[in-house]
């Protein structure tokens, strides 16, 4: 069982910049982020392999939002530039065993408790 911890939202002015991370408790496969608004659906934001060699964005992030791992800490981050306030929701951190992308809920089997990020206008 792995266990994932995630750490960095706050609130932050539209234009503004965080750096989320998340820990896993042991060695993982491919890694996302996802998001849930208030009243909407879970939504993928980011999923890159096990390597890192490989990412894939929501289309709604693509050029803002960087998602990136580090093995040896076990850790995946999300740095989100340009923020808006359509960003605010409770970020995610997922992982799988397996080493391939993942771009749905149904893709991951381990979950975080989420961190929340608020983007004011």
């Known amino acids: 069982q792995v266990q994932l911890v995630e750490s960095g939202g706050g609130l932050v002015q539209a234009g503004g910049s965080l750096r989320l991370s998340c820990a896993a408790s042991?060695?993982?496969?491919?890694m996302a982020w996802f998001r849930q608004a208030p009243g909407k659906e879970r939504e993928f934001v980011a999923t890159i392999n096990w390597s890192g060699g490989s990412t894939s964005y929501a289309d709604s992030v693509k050029g803002r939002f960087t998602i990136s791992r580090d093995n040896a800490k076990n850790t995946v981050y999300l740095q989100m530039n340009s923020l808006k306030p359509e960003d605010t929701a409770v970020y995610y951190c997922?992982?799988?065993?397996?080493?391939?992308?993942?771009?749905?809920?149904?893709?991951?089997?381990?979950w975080g408790r989420g961190t929340q990020v608020t983007v004011s206008s």
């Open positions: 997922a992982a799988r065993a397996t080493i391939g992308l993942g771009l749905d809920v149904r893709d991951y089997a381990y």
């Open positions: 042991g060695r993982t496969g491919a």
